[in-house]
């Protein structure tokens, strides 16, 4: 949505220069997962969840690591190359679940 139109500001040599206008970034509405989103959030809270193992020592670090790489194969099986280009970017600052939500529960309007 556009806030305020950028002037015009005219220079010595004959021209003018117009500056950006201002605009709100777009404004993102939650949906209802449907079942694909559903089973990859499901997948996504398994990934997160598989630290509680990690914390058993000797063998829960190694059981952690196997159980969150089936998870995110499964992720990347049910994402679109799309989407999963937007919950990798999101991964980055959230952990998998809230990532996962952001990237299939929330349309730009």
């Known amino acids: 949505m556009k806030i305020f139109t950028g002037p015009k500001i005219p220079t010595p040599f004959g021209g003018s220069i117009k500056?950006?206008?201002l605009e709100t970034p777009p404004i993102t509405l939650p949906k209802r997962p449907d079942d694909r989103a559903?089973?990859?959030?499901?997948?996504a809270l398994g990934?997160?969840?598989?630290?509680?193992?990690?914390?058993?020592p000797w063998a829960g670090d190694i059981a952690a690591d196997i159980?969150?790489?089936?998870?995110?194969?499964?992720?990347?099986?049910?994402?679109?190359?799309?989407?999963?280009?937007?919950?990798?970017?999101?991964?980055?600052?959230?952990?998998?679940?809230?990532?996962?939500?952001?990237?299939?529960?929330?349309k730009e309007v």
């Open 67 to 106: 159980i969150a790489d089936l998870h995110y194969a499964e992720i990347i099986k049910i994402l679109t190359p799309a989407e999963y280009q937007k919950f990798v970017n999101y991964n980055k600052m959230f952990p998998s679940s809230i990532a996962m939500v952001r990237t299939l529960c929330f």
């Open 38 to 43: 559903r089973k990859a959030i499901g997948h």
């Open 19 to 21: 500056l950006p206008d």
């Open 47 to 56: 990934e997160d969840a598989s630290q509680i193992v990690a914390l058993i």
